[in-house]
């Protein structure tokens, strides 16, 4: 398969209707340079949508330079969009696993949930991932859920038990973590044990506080 090796440069252009802010990301893709000033950019290697470069273009054509090594063919797919100026921060999902609720307790040391954090703005933003609100599933709620809410349990609730923050600068992406707490009712000590089948869930909203809506949602897995 060697002989099938290929290196070289694949060399596209574009063009944008207006002056202004714009997302640009290229899977897979690992090393993208932009116009003749040959602006490195961010590469989304690994096709996880969220490794976009924020970057300020002139009305009309531009053109990306990406370095290509592949066996036998290669398949690339470059977007480019307007960044929104009234929402400058966005959130994707990590590959990072959420904690598992083990015996009623969150597992790890500390629990944490994290969410990939982008600033498409023009300031550096001091953020903080936070827990919005929890709650058993709703709509198909499983019996034994059904029964906490019949009976006049407090159902159990997540919450941000640290506060941290990061700065993120214009353009740049990161990751963001929260740590977490759970409370339980006093009389629902046992309560994951009456789930009678991992896969169930607890829901939790996070956000950030500089945004205003909720954001994402995680899914906690109960484990017995």
Request: aromatic letters at 8%; one cysteine or more; glycine letters at 6%.
């Amino acid at each position: 398969m060697s002989a099938l090796e290929m290196q070289g440069w694949l060399v596209a252009d574009f063009e944008v209707a207006a002056n202004g802010r714009y997302q640009l990301r290229c899977s897979p893709a690992h090393h993208v340079e932009l116009d003749n000033d040959h602006r490195l950019l961010h590469g989304d290697v690994y096709n996880r949508r969220f490794a976009w470069s924020v970057v300020d273009l002139a009305q009309g054509r531009h053109t990306l330079y990406i370095r290509v090594r592949c066996k036998g063919s290669a398949q690339l797919s470059c977007v480019a969009r307007q960044a929104s100026e009234a929402d400058s921060i966005q959130l994707y999902p990590t590959s990072s696993p959420s904690p598992d609720i083990v015996a009623s307790a969150l597992a790890g040391v500390p629990p944490l949930l994290a969410m990939h954090v982008l600033n498409t703005g023009t300031s550096w933003r001091q953020l903080s991932l936070r827990v919005a609100r929890s709650e058993l599933p709703g709509g198909g709620r499983p019996p034994w859920a059904r029964t906490f809410v019949s009976e006049g349990y407090a159902a159990p609730k997540v919450y941000s038990e640290v506060n941290e923050s990061r700065w993120v600068a214009p353009g740049q992406s990161l990751i963001l973590s929260a740590e977490v707490a759970l409370a339980v009712d006093p009389a629902l000590a046992n309560w994951a044990a009456q789930a009678p089948n991992d896969g169930d869930c607890l829901l939790v909203w996070m956000y950030v506080v500089e945004l205003v809506e909720v954001c994402t949602v995680c899914c906690l897995w109960l484990l017995g």
